[in-house]
């Protein structure tokens, strides 16, 4: 299963400036999205299918500066309340019960997740094509906004498959493949340069601008047909697509004058999606 190393994307977090402005843009959120949405999911997720008494490792790809390590240390019984999704339950992530572990390809934000969240769990540098730990040694893995940094989601999900024990669970939060238009993903980039299926250069996020990165405008059946192809899995997986905002879709026109206008289409737009799937019971 063992991917043979081969050279990958460059990781614009290894960039000291970038990994900077990242830290710092993540440590100002406040009642951000990631509160809001990802979060309340993750912790449900975490809640899901889990047997009480039993300790869970669990691994974090991409893992960033650690902020969702912070998760881990919820009371057993604390409520979350999805304000975004009118709906509530019970975190159901009993901290004793877990094992976190994250991993980052940037050793700035590494560094910054050592210092951030001491107690809770352990980080380590690494890739995510080629990570430290032994064939099925965690329970479940998550990661946040890391696929669509990727170049090679297939190297990367056979990776993460190796690491993942049978029947072990996954949740993977990235771009959603559909808001890929211009007026989305693309309109978050300053002066972006388009190549193939990647986008570069500066990008707007909700407290900076990241000097450089790139994202990777996988389509959904490129990244459903790796994810089957690594899990042997495909019947719980499935594209989750929460509400985000209000985007606009503004389509040029003219009119019997021949003058330029505007037409301008507001609808929901979730820029992200959530998938969700397990590792096939057989895989040996
Ligand atoms: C958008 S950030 C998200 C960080 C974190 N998950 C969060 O929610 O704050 C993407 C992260 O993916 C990491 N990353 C990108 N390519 C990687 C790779 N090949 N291996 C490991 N980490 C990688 C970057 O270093 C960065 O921390």
């Given at each position: 299963?063992?991917?043979?190393?081969?050279?990958?994307e460059?990781?614009y977090?290894?960039?000291?400036?970038?990994?900077?402005?990242?830290?710092?843009?993540?440590?100002?959120?406040?009642?951000?999205?990631?509160?809001?949405?990802?979060?309340?999911?993750?912790?449900?997720?975490?809640?899901?299918?889990?047997?009480?008494?039993?300790?869970?490792?669990?691994?974090?790809?991409?893992?960033?500066?650690?902020?969702?390590?912070?998760?881990?240390?919820?009371?057993?019984?604390?409520?979350?309340?999805?304000?975004?999704?009118?709906?509530?339950?019970?975190?159901?992530?009993?901290?004793?019960?877990?094992?976190?572990?994250?991993?980052?390809?940037?050793?700035?934000?590494?560094?910054?997740?050592?210092?951030?969240?001491?107690?809770?769990?352990?980080?380590?540098?690494?890739?995510?094509?080629?990570?430290?730990?032994?064939?099925?040694?965690?329970?479940?893995?998550?990661?946040?906004?890391?696929?669509m940094h990727?170049e090679?989601?297939?190297?990367?999900?056979?990776?993460?498959?190796?690491?993942?024990?049978?029947?072990?669970?996954?949740?993977?939060?990235?771009a959603?493949p559909?808001r890929y238009s211009y007026f989305e993903w693309y309109n978050m980039f300053i002066e972006p340069v388009v190549t193939k299926n990647r986008i570069e250069g500066k990008i707007k996020?909700?407290?900076?601008?990241l000097?450089r990165n790139s994202i990777y405008t996988h389509?959904?059946?490129?990244?459903?047909?790796?994810?089957?192809?690594?899990?042997?899995?495909?019947?719980?997986?499935?594209?989750?697509?929460?509400?985000?905002?209000?985007?606009?879709?503004?389509?040029?026109?003219?009119?019997?004058?021949?003058?330029?206008?505007?037409?301008?289409?507001?609808?929901?737009?979730?820029?992200?999606?959530?998938?969700?799937?397990?590792?096939?019971?057989?895989?040996?």
């Open positions: 299963m063992k991917h043979t190393m081969q050279k990958h460059s990781n977090f290894q960039i000291k400036d970038v990994a900077r402005q990242w830290i710092n843009s993540v440590e100002s959120e406040k009642d951000s999205f990631r509160d809001k949405v990802i979060y309340p999911k993750i912790v449900h997720w975490l809640g899901s299918h889990h047997s009480s008494g039993i300790l869970e490792k669990i691994l974090d790809v991409g893992c960033g500066q650690g902020i969702a390590s912070k998760l881990m240390e919820q009371e057993t019984q604390a409520n979350i309340i999805d304000t975004n999704n009118d709906w509530w339950f019970r975190s159901a992530v009993p901290s004793k019960e877990l094992a976190y572990c994250g991993i980052d390809g940037s050793s700035y934000l590494i560094k910054r997740a050592k210092e951030n969240y001491p107690k809770t769990c352990e980080f380590m540098k690494a890739s995510v094509y080629d990570m430290p730990f032994e064939d099925k040694y965690f329970d479940r893995l998550f990661s946040i906004n890391l696929i990727l090679n989601p297939e190297s990367a999900f056979d990776e993460m498959s190796r690491v993942l024990k049978p029947g072990g669970r996954f949740l993977m939060i990235t959603n559909t996020i909700p407290n900076a601008t000097q389509s959904k059946n490129r990244i459903a047909m790796a994810l089957g192809n690594a899990f042997k899995e495909s019947r719980d997986k499935s594209f989750f697509v929460q509400k985000y905002s209000t985007t606009y879709t503004i389509t040029p026109l003219r009119n019997p004058k021949n003058e330029r206008y505007f037409n301008v289409n507001a609808y929901k737009a979730p820029l992200f999606c959530a998938i969700e799937g397990y590792k096939n019971k057989e895989i040996n």
